[in-house]
């Protein structure tokens, strides 16, 4: 396809997902036969939103041989050989013999010499010059002096970059045919004018130029995307995200997208994030495969991703290990600065494991499955999802919130308690009583003006008795009633400055602003992680109190920053553990814990995540999303997608419910849409009066309710696109579900999956 037209196709797709272009209200979900079909309805199931099929995937052989590699490591599954010409390695995946290493040559003939050393090379740094210049080379490099030794099991190396006159030593093990990269920043030497910055451990392992092969790379972005092989093109920029997030303390507050512009820090939908500290690479589906994981030193590190064109004609994945960044700097009160070179590297242990895969499971659902073996054995999931006869449905009710006044702002009441009451029976009454309900604004001074560190009901919704009334009557039909808190992050109206303020390297306040002119709240700040910590062990105390007995967390689970107030630093990775530490203590006064959108290290925690994503970042280069988290955690941990009626409630999007395991998601009021206009909630959901919705949600809810009411607590084992928007999802127990995305019907054994429907077999 001509890249102008594909970039053009991209941009129409961002629209849709950015909610520029929505669907109107009335434009109500029909499932049934006689469905009316939108002409853009099925147009986009061939773009990045969705995985192709792998059609006629060539056998790949070995383009990489062992001459003038010596053996130095081996176990049952793996032989490791070594070249100290350009110190690099060669990995035999003792399975199939396939030969894993970086570059096929040591110069080829469209690289330089700095980058023919990366490409081959163990180890490669970013570094900073005397003029704050980031540059790169490698351990392959002339003036590099390596020694190493072999011990057993692992080989101990140590480097000295005479020019840099930096040096460090690193490890690298082979344990039960797992190859593990470890680095202890106390062994790194910073003895000139040069500056660390980043390290790179075997960062073109498994490299491809062009599409010289069939294959991609696997990137944990949003629920998982692919970056298949192709010829080189000139992409703006690689992907490269923080792990777990941004780190707000010190990170750019913006990214560049690959539409060649700067991503609006106004999108209707949120950037995705890098949840999982994983990435990977395919040689050939179901043929070789490599996964890594980043096992220590993750809050200090990102996912780098190259497709061919970027700096070099190869695509290359790995992870970068930050040691420096640089950060602005102000020079003036009016906002002015300059950049400058963190000044003290962070500490931390960098470990990276990589797994080397063949035939069945060399693929991203062979990834998905061992990763989840990987955390059960860690214990991070060590237990099942609710089973229940009917799928529960998330309904998030706005309670309260500020109103702008002419001469001074007022508390609106949204929903009542008898409103909720009313809206519950209704649900009911359709017979949706599995319900996890989470009240919004439920605190004094509703969603935007409730104080942080205070505890208190907003009275206009009724006293605390009626609220707790309803929370028993979800409990006793089968749900669970979740009580909301947003301790991360607040408004001019609901924080403490000097008290709870979170501080960058700069010293200034964290500030998310949004550029937006005509929206009221443009500006919030992150809350100091000791003060999160703090006031959430305070609240849960007080919720067992009060007979409150499940909390809904927002923003915790996915932003992890540092607190750089010079009297009082806390690190990204001491953030971390703050938080981890706290989780015990808020979950022994709760019975349940729901998080929104966490990151890993959080999931043991989580009676259920909400807002699980659902579509990757949809850059120019990424060719395919995948239900990688998803594959992870089903069977596990209830999981819902982002609400249905901020964009994602087309018949489409219903089956993408059905296919990723997700269920359906809402947040709705009381209160019609234009009466809302002066409150910022209004800013953010633009469409919530239950009124609009109530049909919408209960079409929905039968529709995924017939599918996956059959597959409850079940984990799905493997995942198959047939042709391009057929899908094939297989459970525990032989039972499968066929997706159907297209405009015509599609037979499958023997029996017909209509236009924009689905079957159950077993």
């Not at 070789?288 to 290359?316: D, H, K, M, R």
Request: charged share 25%.
């Amino acid at each position: 396809m001509n890249r102008k037209l594909l970039i053009l196709m991209e941009m129409f797709f961002l629209c849709i997902l950015s909610g520029l272009i929505f669907p109107q209200i009335s434009d109500k979900l029909e499932f049934q036969d006689d469905t009316v079909l939108e002409k853009n309805e099925i147009s986009n199931i061939g773009s990045n939103r969705y995985t192709k099929p792998e059609n006629s995937v060539h056998f790949v052989t070995n383009k990489l041989d062992l001459n003038g590699y010596e053996k130095i490591l081996e176990d049952d599954y793996v032989e490791i050989y070594y070249k100290d010409k350009n110190a690099s390695i060669r990995i035999v995946n003792k399975n199939n013999n396939y030969i894993w290493g970086g570059l096929p040559s040591e110069k080829p003939s469209d690289m330089n010499t700095t980058w023919s050393g990366i490409g081959n090379s163990l180890v490669s740094i970013d570094y900073f010059d005397k003029a704050g210049i980031e540059r790169k080379t490698s351990i392959a490099a002339n003036d590099v002096v390596r020694d190493y030794r072999i011990l057993e099991d692992k080989v101990l190396f140590s480097i000295i970059f005479e020019r840099l006159k930096i040096s460090f030593d690193f490890s690298m093990k082979l344990e039960k045919g797992t190859l593990i990269f470890n680095l202890d920043s106390e062994s790194i030497r910073e003895e000139g004018d040069y500056m660390l910055a980043a390290i790179y451990f075997f960062p073109f392992l498994g490299t491809v130029r062009g599409d010289e092969i069939e294959g991609y790379m696997f990137i944990p972005d949003g629920p998982g995307a692919l970056i298949r092989f192709d010829e080189p093109f000139k992409y703006l920029s690689p992907f490269e995200k923080r792990i777990y997030g941004k780190d707000y303390a010190i990170d750019h507050l913006y990214e560049v997208n690959d539409l060649r512009v700067s991503r609006p820090n106004d999108f209707a939908t949120e950037e995705k994030t890098v949840l999982m500290p994983i990435f990977g690479m395919v040689h050939g589906p179901k043929q070789n495969a490599f996964f890594a994981q980043v096992t220590q030193g993750e809050e200090y590190a990102s996912i780098l991703a190259t497709p061919a064109g970027i700096l070099t004609n190869y695509n290359w994945v790995s992870a970068k290990f930050i040691y420096r960044q640089k950060y602005l700097q102000p020079t003036s009160r009016s906002g002015g600065g300059v950049q400058v070179v963190q000044p003290n590297k962070n500490e931390f242990m960098a470990e990276i494991r990589y797994y080397f895969l063949s035939d069945e499971d060399a693929d991203y659902v062979g990834m998905a499955k061992l990763y989840r073996n990987i955390l059960e054995v860690e214990g991070i999931l060590n237990s099942s999802e609710r089973i229940d006869s009917q799928i529960p449905l998330h309904i998030s009710i706005l309670g309260s919130d500020l109103e702008k006044g002419f001469i001074s702002n007022n508390v609106k009441r949204i929903t009542s308690a008898k409103q909720m009451e009313d809206i519950l029976q209704d649900l009911c009454s359709y017979g949706i009583y599995n319900l996890t309900l989470v009240l919004k604004g439920w605190q004094k001074g509703g969603i935007n003006g409730s104080k942080i560190s205070e505890f208190n009901f907003e009275k206009l919704l009724g006293d605390k008795e009626e609220i707790l009334a309803i929370s028993d009557l979800v409990e006793k039909n089968g749900g669970r009633f979740y009580f909301y808190e947003n301790p991360v992050s607040a408004t001019e109206f609901q924080i403490d400055f000097r008290q709870d303020g979170a501080h960058s390297l700069s010293q200034d306040l964290i500030k998310l602003q949004r550029d937006n002119e005509y929206i009221w709240i443009k500006d919030r700040y992150l809350v100091r992680i000791d003060k999160v910590v703090e006031y959430l062990e305070k609240k849960a105390t007080l919720y067992i109190v009060n007979n409150m007995k499940n909390m809904a967390i927002d923003e915790l689970g996915s932003k992890l920053y540092a607190e750089n107030q010079r009297r009082s630093i806390v690190t990204r990775s001491e953030a971390k553990k703050m938080i981890d530490n706290s989780m015990p203590n808020i979950l022994k006064d709760l019975e349940n814990l729901a998080i929104f959108t966490p990151n890993q290290y959080l999931w043991k925690y989580s009676s259920e995540i909400f807002h699980i994503p659902m579509v990757n970042s949809q850059y120019i280069y990424e060719t395919d999303t995948v239900p990688f988290i998803q594959i992870v955690l089903k069977g596990k941990i209830d999981y819902y997608a982002p609400y249905s009626n901020m964009g994602f409630y087309s018949p489409t999007d219903v089956l993408k419910l059905i296919e990723y395991g997700a269920y359906p998601s809402f947040i709705i009021s009381a209160t019609k849409n234009d009466e809302l206009k002066y409150t910022p909630v209004a800013d953010n959901y633009y469409s919530t009066n239950y009124e609009d919705w109530v049909d919408i949600i209960i079409d929905t809810y039968n529709t995924v309710n017939e599918a996956l009411s059959k597959v409850e607590g079940k984990q799905i084992m493997n995942r198959t696109v047939l042709e391009e928007g057929i899908i094939k999802v297989d459970y525990e127990g032989n039972i499968s579900i066929i997706l159907n995305y297209t405009s015509y019907d599609y037979f499958f054994e023997g029996q017909v999956v209509k236009s924009l429907d689905f079957l159950i077999f077993s």
